[in-house]
Nanobody, 114 residues
Framework: QVQLVESGGGLVQPGGSLRLSCAAR????????MGWYRQAPGKQRELVAT???????NYADSVKGRFTISRDNAKKTVYLQMDSLRPEDTAVYYC????????WGQGTQVTVSS
């Protein structure tokens, strides 16, 4: 069974940066396209960024140019570098594979506020 463990969230001022990590324990991982998702209070979970097993990224328009997704297949970990953060980026951030989801992890809270 795959266990997803997200970390790296916190409280940051607008314009600041955070780097999120997600370890996919118990997975083959290297074969899967991985994604970062977020869910703000009262809103549906949305896809923020994806990365193929070969490292090709794709981003939602709302984060393009500010967020960078990357992965380390040997460590079974996917990262999300978030720069120029805005209050509207406040949400719980999750990772998962694309397609058939694994069980969701607990997520990591990102709060952007002055």
């Amino acid at each position: 069974q795959v266990q997803l463990v997200e970390s790296g969230g916190g409280l940051v001022q607008p314009g600041g940066s955070l780097r999120l990590s997600c370890a996919a324990r118990g997975s083959i991982f290297s074969f899967d396209t991985m994604g970062w998702y977020r869910q703000a209070p009262g809103k549906q979970r949305e896809l923020v960024a994806t990365i193929t097993r070969g490292g090709t990224p794709n981003y939602a328009d709302s984060v393009k140019g500010r967020f960078t997704i990357s992965r380390d297949n040997a460590k079974k970990t996917v990262y999300l570098q978030m720069d120029s953060l805005r209050p509207e980026d406040t949400a719980v951030y999750y990772c998962n594979r694309m397609g058939t989801f694994w069980t969701w992890g607990q997520g990591t809270q990102v709060t952007v506020s002055s």
